[in-house]
């Protein structure tokens, strides 16, 4: 079993940065996909950024691509999304998800685990 934790979700105004994270444990060295989703009242769950974990390659959604950057920290292991000039529409719940190997990173029905959430809300 793997089990993930975020942190970091909290109330910023537009123009704005910070850092989510997520902490994983019970997994074992193979190769993960891990990416992180968000979902908005009445919205549907949608992707944001992923990366491949032992080889670094990563995917962004277009709406935050120049502004957010997801790396890794191989010793926690931890993956973090660092989310720079933010908009009032990138207010929503935060998920971060992980599954073993080389699956599709922007689909959400691809990912085995899923941590609780962090609410980030932008203020303009």
């Known amino acids: 079993q793997v089990q993930l934790v975020e942190s970091g979700g909290k109330l910023v105004q537009a123009g704005g940065s910070l850092r989510l994270s997520c902490a994983a444990s019970g997994r074992t060295f193979s190769t993960y996909t891990m990416g992180w989703f968000r979902q908005a009242p009445g919205k549907e769950r949608e992707f944001v950024a992923a990366i491949r974990w032992s080889i670094g390659n990563t995917y962004y959604a277009d709406s935050v691509k120049g502004r957010f950057t997801i790396s890794r920290d191989n010793g926690k292991p931890t993956v973090y999304l660092q989310m720079n000039n933010v908009k009032p529409e990138d207010t929503a719940v935060y998920y971060c998800?992980?599954?073993?190997?080389?699956?599709?990173?922007?689909?959400?029905?691809?990912?085995?685990?899923w941590g609780q959430g962090t609410q980030v809300t932008v203020s303009s």
């Open positions: 998800a992980a599954n073993q190997g080389y699956v599709d990173p922007t689909n959400r029905y691809a990912y085995a685990y």
